[in-house]
């Protein structure tokens, strides 16, 4: 009982966690993205709500972007923290732009994508990521007295 209500701050079932988190959320963002692509390189017109004065065309792209490309970065845990800022601003805009006037069903999995990724933006991407990986690399772990300290608290975990 007491493992279950006790909090750590960082343990690698966190790690673990924001590794189920990250691939998790990624995988089903590119269940929506994918065939946003398909449309947008097929020949057929483009049928996409253009978005705060920008053209249909351009509005998919965006989303195409932030919905394939980044949910890839994403997935692999590559620069996690920027590739989260396009999903968010994508999720803010199907909620409060596209589906503003539909019932808040229709609103609800954009906020879920959203509150997935804040957790993810503020979390980081966890050990688990290439960010960890890289960070390992660029500050790396100075031995003092048989314990293993990161040289730059300011990393991407």
């Known amino acids: 009982m007491k493992k279950i209500l006790s909090v750590n701050e960082a343990t690698s079932i966190t790690d673990v966690a924001l590794l189920i988190a990250r691939v998790g959320i990624a995988l089903l963002m590119l269940t929506h993205g994918v065939p946003k692509m398909v449309t947008l390189f097929s020949a057929a017109p483009v ?26 970065l994403l997935l692999v845990g590559f620069a996690s923290r920027l590739a989260v800022i396009p999903l968010m601003m994508t999720m803010l805009v199907a909620v409060f732009l596209v589906h ?55 990393s991407y975990q």
């Open 47 to 72: 049928q996409f709500m253009p978005v705060m004065g920008m053209s249909a065309e351009f509005s998919l792209a965006l989303a195409v972007f932030a919905e394939v490309f980044c949910s890839i």
């Open 100 to 154: 503003s006037a539909d019932p808040f069903a229709k609103q609800e999995p954009a906020l879920h994508y959203l509150l997935v990724y804040i957790v993810l933006l503020l979390a980081g991407s966890g050990k688990y990521s290439i960010d960890y990986l890289l960070s390992r690399k660029t500050f790396p772990t100075n031995t003092s007295a048989g314990k293993t300290e990161r040289a730059n608290s300011l």
